[in-house]
Nanobody, 126 residues
Framework: EVQLVESGGGLVQAGGSLRLSCAAS????????IAWFRQAPGKEREGVSC????????HYLDSVKGRFTISSDNAKNTVYLQMNILKPEDTAVYYC???????????????????WGQGTQVTVSS
């Protein structure tokens, strides 16, 4: 059974940090790119970041560049999203997604992934 399980969300004050984890199982982790998305109430889902271990590439939404860092621990089948200098506008449900497409990260904001996680809530208070 394929699973993507997010964790690490919570309530934090503006300027604080959180680290989200996306633990994968049920598929060959090394063959997949992993992306993070978020969806705030009343807003469309947006792509936040993507990592491809095969290509050695990372991608970020402009508004999180310099504040968020995506990384992968292939030995643990886990991708992390380190979020620093959090802002109230970062408040959303954060989802991870996996795609087997080699160039998925180049267009992850529009390409449909193979698998989705259930999401974890991040709330940033002002």
């Amino acid at each position: 059974e394929v699973q993507l399980v997010e964790s690490g969300g919570g309530l934090v004050q503006a300027g604080g940090s959180l680290r989200l984890s996306c633990a994968a199982s049920g598929f060959t982790f090394d063959d997949y790119a992993i992306a993070w998305f978020r969806q705030a109430p009343g807003k469309e889902r947006e792509g936040v970041s993507c990592i491809s271990s095969r290509l050695g590439s990372t991608h970020y939404l402009d508004s999180v560049k310099g504040r968020f860092t995506i990384s992968s621990d292939n030995a643990k089948n886990t991708v992390y999203l380190q979020m620093n200098i959090l802002k109230p506008e970062d408040t959303a449900v954060y989802y991870c997604a996996a795609s087997r497409a080699l160039y998925y990260c180049s267009g992850y904001v529009v390409y449909e992934p193979n698998y989705w996680g259930q999401g974890t809530q991040v709330t940033v208070s002002s």
